[in-house]
């Protein structure tokens, strides 16, 4: 409604049973209730949350990372309470295939300056050819990016590291072995992930599953799978503060 209620007023509309969460009537004062994603009203009519600057997402594989799919399959849209749907951007879209952080701005302006030299982290498991070892893997790919002579520098690759708390897997011709791959963009990662991709591949170790977990200084951290929250803390915030100051270009 926009005008701000006592706690004492706020107990007495609920028992009086002026308030609905989802459709229903509730009475219990004590029942925790998912502001985010389920709707609540106040003598049948909604109340609305504003809508904040950046939320997070933790995208399984399967939704395309894109607001609005025209071929129908599921999107980010679906994602998104309604009321804030055409205000929200995805910062740096995932593919399908790859689950892990999406975080999303609310003001198309700040969206695109994000965008602007964005480094991410991924987890990356990858189908290693047995006659290359891990080791040469980390290093041919590290020599490739830095060498100026080669199609690979330039591209947003930033490093690839070899991730120890993964035990190495073995089938009859490859292993799989985990790397987190680190990427800097200037306007979006999507090239320099395809480039990553290709690299690996060319490398005889194809990537079987990719994870995000890290976009700018926003790590997925333990939000579960499928769920959709805003971001207050300092880092987050600081980010979107430090864009808007910054004059590019």
């Known amino acids: 409604t926009g005008t701000a209620i006592s706690s004492r007023a706020a107990l007495h509309m609920i028992k009086s049973g002026r308030i609905k969460v989802s459709g229903k009537v509730c009475i219990d004062t004590k029942l ?29 594989k399967g939704i395309i990372s894109t607001m609005h799919d025209r071929f129908g399959r599921p999107d980010l849209q679906g ?12 910062v740096s879209c995932l ?3 790859a689950s892990g952080i999406v975080v999303f701005c609310a003001s198309a302006e700040l969206t695109r300056r994000l965008r602007r030299n964005l480094q991410e ?6 189908a290693l050819d047995k006659t290359l070892s891990k080791i040469k893997l980390a290093t041919h790919f590290q020599a490739l990016i830095h060498n100026q002579k080669t199609k690979w520098a330039g591209q947003g690759l930033r490093e690839v590291t070899l991730l120890d708390d993964f035990k190495t897997e073995e089938t ?10 680190i990427i800097s963009s200037n306007g979006g990662s999507d090239i320099s992930l395809r480039k990553a ?14 994870h995000r977990v890290q976009c700018g200084p926003v790590h997925l951290s333990t939000l579960p799978v499928g769920d959709f929250e805003p971001l207050f803390n300092h880092d987050a915030l600081s980010w ?3 864009s808007l100051l910054q004059n590019f270009d």
């Open 240 to 242: 979107a503060t430090n």
């Open 121 to 126: 982290s991924y987890l990356v498991q990858c």
């Open 172 to 181: 009859k011709d490859h292993n799989s072995i985990r790397l987190r791959l």
């Open 79 to 90: 994602v998104i309470p309604v009321e804030w749907r055409r205000d929200m951007h995805p």
């Open 197 to 210: 991709k290709k690299l690996l591949a060319h490398l005889a170790a194809p990537i079987v599953h990719l």
């Open 32 to 60: 925790k209730i998912d502001t985010w994603n389920q709707a609540i009203s106040l003598d049948g009519q909604g109340i609305t949350q504003e809508v904040p600057l950046l939320c997070q997402y933790h995208k399984p």
């Open 95 to 97: 593919h399908s295939d």
